[in-house]
């Protein structure tokens, strides 16, 4: 799946292990586990890929074209490449699988 525009789905849910499955990518690509510890910041950037990120625990602010949005546990966020995207995790901490999609 190319991604054309930039969204969030609240309220997915799902496990670790179910979402690595979920998002593992079907042709090439890959994903990763990363732990943002309490108010730690990616300034805003961009990637080469299509990424999607979903929470696996606590929260985090995700700003995309400037709207900022609190996702937690069980959200989804979808990044087409090239969208300038920021983030700041919770006062908890943030913990999301990264799904990298390569075409």
Request: glycine content about 10%; charged content about 25%; some cysteine.
């Amino acid at each position: 799946m190319e991604l054309k525009k930039a969204f969030i789905k609240k309220g997915i849910g799902g496990g670790l292990e179910e979402v690595i499955h979920e998002l593992l990518p079907k042709h090439t690509g890959y994903v990763e586990v990363q732990h943002d510890v309490a108010g730690q910041e990616h300034p805003s950037h961009t990637h080469p890929t299509d990424e999607i990120l979903h929470i696996i625990k606590g929260s985090i602010y995700f700003t995309v074209e400037g709207e900022t949005t609190r996702c937690e546990a069980g959200d989804r966020i979808y990044l087409p490449k090239h969208t300038k995207h920021a983030s700041k995790a919770d006062v908890n901490g943030c913990t999301y699988v990264i799904s990298i999609l390569k075409f």
